[in-house]
């Protein structure tokens, strides 16, 4: 956490595996058969995400933080620093989140890693990084309470949808994945905003215009997508080159046509992909 280099260079270094050096690799190769290490992969994040979900809980969203107001603990107390160490996973959490790209590319699905889907996963591990090292707890750490219990569900999914045909008619939820992602966008920002009308709140203002602005333009992609995905009839253009998640099976590519992928989905990202979203429609 001393210097943003070293994280920059990885976010640089991802979207150029996942642009160039990637798909070229994967050219003349045959797609990787990866359905068992997607189970293991999925139940991993699964995991991972209901922990740090739980320690964002027990830091201090249990009863213990104000929705309202919440300012940032920068002593050494117990309860702060435990904090701080959450926050920092959830960072780690979004170079984790790489592996849903290169689950794309070793099969070969490069339609589904559009510049939007390398974007916003490039982008995130510095954006939180700016969050973990000058604000590492108060009222900002919400987005990603929030988006921590949305990965916990959506993981879920795609290991269900992972372990193949007999087990996905467990998962005829698909479409209000959806609408719950775009539920956590609209309560992110109408969580950051409210500040504002608190002229006593004093949190920094420009973590909260920060996060509401993903908030805006997650929930714009992620509707635009929802219309385009379950309420069109036959082929419709659309522009967003979004999968409903980094690891959709069924999604809008960059070209503007809907592509039905029949084997097992690659992993957010989405996003995105995640504050905070993920990509593809996750953070």
Not at 157 to 165: F, K, L
Not at 172 to 181: D, I, V
């Amino acid at each position: 956490m001393s210097s943003p280099w070293p994280t920059l260079a990885a976010c640089l270094c991802y979207a150029i595996c996942a642009k160039k050096i990637g798909p070229s690799f994967m050219a003349n190769r045959k797609p990787f058969e990866l359905r068992n290490v997607l189970v293991v992969y999925n139940l991993a994040q699964t995991i991972f995400s209901a922990w740090i979900f739980y320690e964002y809980l027990a830091s201090g969203w249990w009863g213990h933080y104000d929705f309202r107001c919440q300012l940032v603990d920068y002593s050494r107390s117990p309860k702060a620093m435990r904090m701080a160490n959450t926050c920092w996973w959830y960072y780690f959490s979004k170079f984790t989140e790489f592996f849903d790209t290169l689950f794309f590319v070793l099969r070969k699905k490069n339609e589904h890693v559009s510049t939007l889907h390398v974007i916003h996963h490039g982008i995130m591990p510095m954006s939180v990084w700016f969050g973990l090292k000058f604000a590492p707890g108060g009222h900002s750490t919400f987005f990603a309470l929030l988006n921590t219990f949305v990965h916990i569900v959506m993981y879920f999914y795609y290991m269900v949808s992972a372990m193949g045909p007999k087990y996905q008619k467990y998962i005829w939820w698909k479409k209000y994945l959806t609408a719950f992602q775009m539920v956590q966008f609209v309560l992110i920002f109408s969580h950051q905003l409210q500040v504002l009308f608190r002229p006593s709140c004093q949190y920094p203002r420009v973590f909260v215009y920060w996060i509401a602005m993903h908030g805006f333009l997650f929930l714009f992609l992620f509707s635009d997508f929802y219309k385009a995905r379950y309420n069109r009839s036959g082929k419709k253009k659309t522009t967003n080159g979004l999968c409903m998640t980094v690891m959709e099976d069924s999604c809008i590519s960059k070209n503007g046509y809907k592509h039905e992928e029949g084997s097992v989905p690659n992993s957010y990202a989405s996003s995105a992909a995640d504050a905070f979203v993920r990509r593809r429609p996750v953070s």
